[in-house]
C-alpha cells in the first residue's frame, strides 16, 4: 500500500480500487499503486469497498511495461491496451503502458472505459457541468477551455450545492452526479475571489501550470486538480436531480440562447464526446465495436428529446453569463 501526498490530505492508494457509479457502473482497477495513484484521485467520490460492489461492470488491470510496438501514444507515453466481453459483464480492459504513461490512463483510457459501459446501459455521459439550487438542474455542456468551471464557480459561490464538473451522467429525466476534481487555471483564479482563499501554495501552483502550459502552447493539458470541498468547506453534494434543460455552448455566429430541436442537440454533444475520447473509439472497434458513435447518439437522443434544448455561441475570449444560462435555461 501508497501513501500519496493528496491536495488536500494523504492519499492512502491500495492495490486495487473499486468504483461504484450510482450501481449503473461498478467497477474494480487493479494494478501497481504508484499507477493507481491517478486514478484514485480522480475517483475518490465513487469509491468503494470492493467487498460490497456487487455484481462487476467492469474490470481494468493496469500494469507497467509492454513489448512489441505500442497501440497508442500521446506526447512520450506510450501503451499498449486490449478491450475484450463487450457483449457481456463483466467488460475487460487491460492496460500496459511505460512510467509516463501514469499522467494519460485514467481519462485516456480508464474514464473512456466506464463511459462507454455507462452508455450502453442507457446513461450517456456529457462533457459538461451541471449548475443545480438543489430541485433540479441546468447542464451545459461545452468543449474543453470554454469557461464551464470558471461558470460553476461562480454558480457555486452564490451558496448553490454540488453535482457535477466535466461529466454530467443523463438518465431519462434525470442528471446524475459524477464527482471529480476541479481543473483550475489562472483564469479561474483571477475571475473567482472564492479561489483566493486557497494557501498561497495551492495558488501558486495554479498559475505556475497555466504558464506551462503556455509555454507548450497549450498542446498539453496541465491543470491543478483541486476537490470542490476544499474551495467550498461543508458544500453540500447532490446524487442526483430532475433534468431541466441541457445548453450546448458551441463555436460560431449563434450569440444568443436559441432552443434547437433534440436531433440536432444530439449531434452537437455527439461531436464534443467525439474529441474528448481521445481516441478510445479505435480501442473500441478493435474490440468489435465499431457503432459507438451511433449508439451515443442514439442513447442521448433518447433523453434530450424529453427536454428543452438551447444553444449558445461562444468564441476565445468569451465568457459565459450566469445570468444570461439560468435566465432561459430553468
Avoid at 499498449?80 to 463483466?90: G, I, K, M, T, Y
Avoid at 504513461?101 to 452508455?119: C, D, G, M, N, Q
Avoid at 461558470?151 to 442528471?175: C, E, M, N, R, V
Avoid at 489562472?186 to 482563499?197: D, Q, S, V, Y
Wanted: charged letters at 20%.
Amino acid at each position: 500500500m501508497t501513501i500519496t501526498l493528496g491536495i488536500d490530505r494523504l492519499l492512502i492508494v491500495p492495490s486495487t480500487l473499486a468504483v461504484n457509479l450510482h450501481d449503473l457502473c461498478r467497477a474494480v482497477i487493479s494494478g501497481p499503486e504508484w499507477l493507481l495513484a491517478p486514478a484514485a484521485q480522480e475517483f475518490a467520490h465513487h469509491l468503494a469497498d470492493p467487498e460490497r460492489l456487487g455484481q462487476l461492470d467492469l474490470g481494468a488491470e493496469l500494469s507497467l511495461g509492454f513489448q512489441g510496438p505500442p497501440s497508442g501514444t500521446y506526447r512520450a507515453a506510450a501503451w499498449q491496451v486490449e478491450l475484450s466481453r463487450l457483449d457481456q459483464a463483466p467488460l475487460r480492459l487491460r492496460f500496459r503502458g511505460n512510467r509516463l504513461s501514469r499522467f494519460i490512463v485514467t481519462k485516456r483510457i480508464v474514464e473512456p472505459a466506464l463511459r462507454y459501459w455507462l452508455t450502453r446501459q442507457g446513461f450517456p455521459p456529457v462533457h459538461s457541468t451541471c449548475l443545480s439550487d438543489g430541485e433540479t438542474g441546468v447542464v451545459v455542456a461545452a468543449g474543453a477551455t470554454t469557461g464551464k468551471t470558471t461558470l460553476l464557480l461562480q454558480w457555486l459561490s452564490q451558496g448553490h450545492p454540488f453535482l457535477s464538473d466535466d461529466y454530467t451522467i443523463l438518465a431519462p429525466g434525470k442528471a446524475l452526479a459524477y464527482v471529480t476534481p476541479l481543473r483550475l487555471g489562472a483564469r479561474n483564479l483571477i475571475e473567482t475571489p472564492k479561489l483566493r482563499g486557497l494557501p498561497f501554495s495551492d495558488q501558486f501552483a495554479i498559475l505556475a501550470r497555466t504558464a506551462v502550459r503556455q509555454l507548450l502552447f497549450n498542446k498539453v493539458r496541465f491543470a491543478y486538480k483541486c476537490p470542490v470541498s476544499r474551495i467550498f468547506p461543508g458544500i453540500r453534494f447532490l446524487d442526483e436531480v430532475p433534468l431541466a434543460t441541457v445548453i450546448i455552448v458551441t463555436p460560431g455566429a449563434v450569440k444568443d440562447l436559441q432552443e434547437i430541436p433534440a436531433e440536432e442537440a444530439a449531434d452537437l454533444i455527439a461531436a464534443i464526446d467525439h474529441h474528448e475520447m481521445h481516441g478510445f473509439d479505435r480501442v473500441l472497434a478493435k474490440a468489435g465495436e465499431k457503432h459507438y458513435h451511433d449508439l451515443y447518439r442514439q442513447k442521448l437522443l433518447a433523453i434530450l428529446g424529453q427536454v428543452p434544448c438551447l444553444e449558445l455561441g461562444w468564441s476565445p475570449g468569451s465568457r459565459l453569463e450566469l445570468d444570461q444560462l439560468m435566465g432561459k435555461g430553468r
